[in-house]
């Protein structure tokens, strides 16, 4: 209010010089050097307004989504709540190794010359499990485009901020991404191409959904994981995933978010896992999601259910941050469109949960036959 008034009173003064010109009256320098002050005043305020916006826009930005109504309150995963479960675990009729065992007794995952190389975190696959996860990659790639009609994309590993804050990875985890010296950030996750791939767009509503995948590699400095899994690869530096991602109508996101969580669950279900379907809790949810389910494999080794994949409703909280929108049959733009992402899954834990899940009393590993096609025909990984 008070630029506006400087400004229309500074205005009001250049008609009165020029009129004073023009008509030859008399002397306007105290005019004149009222619009001075008057143009420096509303300089600063340019300034302060700039600093008073960056604030502003900072604070926004480190407010979460907006939860969905079925979300149950609670603190962390103790208040997440099992929907169902397929499988059960198995009696595997000996005591179970987990996966950083088997691995080292076959001689095909060494994670001491890879800490010699990088530090901790970082594995080296060697002989059948290295083409254990190159399968499992493969056999999810074209389960997703040939059944579930997935376009797959390759991305750039290397992303921009305004990339990064589009699907609100800045500033909420900048601690937990890897940035380069020229300014880029490694990514943790292909969601974070393929979903901006549509920013600053407005899409036709015929195209919508659009439904793509990828199997990336991903970077994660784990900065809030001091301590967790520290043994074997369960929370990796570097690590691969094949992401879905889906953009969509708002009216049909819920329908989405359930059909992209079965696109994941038919992945557990070839690979004869047993899994869960969990939904997070208010405390567990993440920051960009409105709603998530978790999928969980049951891990034998450790006697216990870990996470191998996500999939999560942002509904228009990512669109807006990267104001992506759509447009209708009529050809007016009809407002943002909601995305969604979800792993489709995590390869480096499908290696982790067939290991401990197909484990033989020799400490070979048995290939799931809905995999085998992938390994060539190989049923079983021995110790060569």
């Not at 690869?233 to 009216?251: G, N």
Request: aromatic residues 6%.
């Amino acid at each position: 209010m008070e630029m506006q008034e400087l400004q229309a009173r500074r205005n009001a003064i250049s008609k009165q010089v020029g009129l004073a010109k023009r008509s030859g009256a008399a002397d306007t320098a105290q005019l004149e050097q009222e619009a001075a002050d008057l143009r420096a005043k509303i300089d600063e305020l340019e300034k302060y307004a700039k600093v008073l916006s960056a604030g502003i826009h900072a604070h926004l930005a480190a407010l979460p989504n907006i939860l969905d109504p079925d979300v149950p309150d609670g603190p962390d995963e103790t208040a997440n709540k099992v929907l169902k479960q397929t499988g059960a675990p198995r009696d595997l009729g000996f005591e179970p190794k987990q996966h950083f065992e088997l691995g080292e007794a076959l001689g095909m995952m060494d994670f001491e010359t890879a800490s010699k190389m990088a530090g901790s975190r970082f594995t080296i696959l060697r002989g059948g499990l290295a083409r254990l996860e190159r399968a499992l990659g493969q056999l999810m790639l074209d389960i997703h485009t040939t059944e579930h009609g997935y376009t797959e994309h390759t991305v750039p590993y290397l992303v921009n901020d305004a990339t990064m804050f589009g699907t609100n990875q800045l500033p909420k985890f900048a601690e937990d991404s890897f940035r380069t010296t020229d300014g880029r950030w490694l990514i943790a996750t292909s969601e974070i191409p393929l979903t901006n791939t549509v920013a600053g767009e407005i899409v036709a509503e015929a195209k919508l959904p659009l439904r793509l995948t990828a199997l990336s590699d991903c970077f994660r400095s784990e900065a809030g994981a001091a301590g967790r899994d520290t043994r074997g690869m369960l929370r990796q530096h570097q690590f691969r995933k094949v992401e879905l991602v889906s953009i969509t109508h708002p009216d049909h996101s819920v329908a989405e978010q359930e059909r992209m969580t079965g696109c994941a669950e038919r992945i557990l279900e070839l690979l004869e896992l047993p899994y869960r379907r969990v939904l997070l809790s208010s405390g567990d949810t993440g920051f960009g999601a409105a709603r998530t389910f978790d999928l969980e494999v049951w891990l034998p080794g450790q006697q216990m259910w870990r996470e191998i994949s996500s999939c999560s409703n942002t509904r228009d909280f990512q669109a807006r941050r990267m104001n992506a929108r759509f447009r209708n049959a009529e050809g007016k733009v009809g407002g943002f469109v909601h995305t969604l992402n979800g792993s489709g899954v995590a390869v480096g834990r499908a290696v982790i949960a067939v290991m401990e899940n197909h484990q033989q009393a020799d400490g070979s590993i048995r290939v799931p036959q809905g995999l085998v096609p992938w390994m060539g025909g190989v049923e079983f990984i021995r110790k060569a």
